[in-house]
């Protein structure tokens, strides 16, 4: 399938009501035709079945800038041929939380190089940056059934020292984090309460709210 007939199909599909719920939600609707995640995954599905190196459509499909053909992009490409490079250039065009996560989350964090980037964006400026690299965190520990507990304990100060960044996308990241290092076993369990502990008595709305939200569910997380 070429990049036209794909884009061709996400505009037949242009939902009006959909894009509107997805403004509610905080998403940025630039140039964005409201296709649901089913469709754009099956989409992928009927992709990936056709051809055997999807990783120049999907560059194709990502220098498009349309929403879900950016969406697509992360669902075809393998990520053994990511490059450090593309990684950069995709973060930097990141404007929208859904995008981000969804990056993160079904590429970024199968690459060789993720755990090195997390860092990297974490010490970033700019929102959508630090929020990636706090999400490919909740990723990994998600998905990476084998790393050690160490790996995720190193991310505890940087959980600590950008809990206090207030913006929006930023802090629902860090918190995110916490609480998915604080939901793989019971060790990290207890040290993930502990740092929200720590976290809590800040005065920093930001801080106050991570550590309020990740205790409330942390507490109640039965192993």
């Known amino acids: 399938m070429k990049k036209e007939d ?4 996400i505009k037949s599909l ?3 009501k959909n894009i509107a719920g997805m403004a509610r939600f905080g998403i940025n609707t630039k140039n964005t035709y409201g296709v649901s995640m089913p469709i754009l995954r099956q989409m992928a599905k009927e992709i990936k079945k056709s051809t055997t190196n999807n990783h120049e459509l999907a560059m194709e499909l990502w220098n498009s800038e349309i929403h879900e053909a950016r969406m697509i992009a992360a669902f075809i490409e393998d990520p053994k041929n990511v490059t450090e490079n593309q990684m950069d250039e995709w973060v930097n065009s990141f404007n929208s939380w859904d995008i981000c996560d969804s990056v993160c989350g079904s590429l ?3 690459t060789p190089f993720a755990y090195k ?3 990297e964006y974490i010490l970033s400026e700019k929102e959508y940056t630090r929020r990636a690299g706090f999400v490919m965190v909740a990723w990994l520990a998600v998905h990476n059934k084998k790393a050690e507990d160490k790996v995720y304990t190193s991310f505890f100060p940087l959980i600590e020292k950008y809990s206090t960044d207030e913006r929006n996308f930023v802090k629902k990241a860090v918190n995110w984090a916490l609480r998915q290092i604080g939901k793989r076993n019971k060790k990290l369990n207890i ?5 929200a502990k720590k976290i809590q008595p800040k005065e920093n709305k930001a801080a106050k709210w991570i550590a309020a939200n990740a205790l409330n569910e942390l507490k109640n997380k039965k192993f």
């Open 14 to 16: 242009k939902n009006e």
């Open 108 to 110: 970024f964090d199968k």
């Open 117 to 119: 980037k997390i860092k």
């Open 191 to 195: 040290e993930a309460i502990e740092l």
């Open 6 to 9: 794909i884009i061709t199909k």
